[in-house]
Nanobody, 124 residues
Framework: QVQLVESGGGYAQAGGSLTISCSAS????????MAWFRQAPGKDREFVAS???????TDYADSVEGRFAISRDNGYTVRLQMSSLRPEDTAVYYC??????????????????WGQGTQVTVFS
């Protein structure tokens, strides 16, 4: 069972940038598609971005398209580079791993492992 640990969350000013990372307890390249989800207070969890097992496919929520970029190395790490941040990006961000590695899944139900989350707060 792979364990995921997020890091890099914190505070950022609106219009600024922040990068969060997800470190896995085992080799995840190819085996797992990876994704970031987020949940704001009082709201449902929502999909943010995903990347296929080999990194060739990505998908983004409309709300972050063009502002966020998901990437992965060939080992244990996935990152989410966030720019042009907005206050509405404030949420707990969760890393997730899926065995449906040929695609870049967007539905939470397709993910098998989840991290504990990292808080991102954007202030104006």
């Amino acid at each position: 069972q792979v364990q995921l640990v997020e890091s890099g969350g914190g505070y950022a000013q609106a219009g600024g940038s922040l990068t969060i990372s997800c470190s896995a307890s085992e080799q995840i390249f190819v085996t797992y598609a990876m994704a970031w989800f987020r949940q704001a207070p009082g709201k449902d969890r929502e999909f943010v971005a995903s990347i296929s097992g080999n990194g060739h496919r990505t998908d983004y929520a409309d709300s972050v398209e063009g502002r966020f970029a998901i990437s992965r190395d060939n080992g244990y790490t996935v990152r989410l580079q966030m720019s042009s941040l907005r206050p509405e990006d404030t949420a707990v961000y969760y890393c997730a791993a899926s065995l449906y590695n040929a695609t870049a899944p967007t539905m939470g139900e397709l993910f098998h492992y989840w991290g504990q989350g990292t808080q991102v707060t954007v202030f104006s």
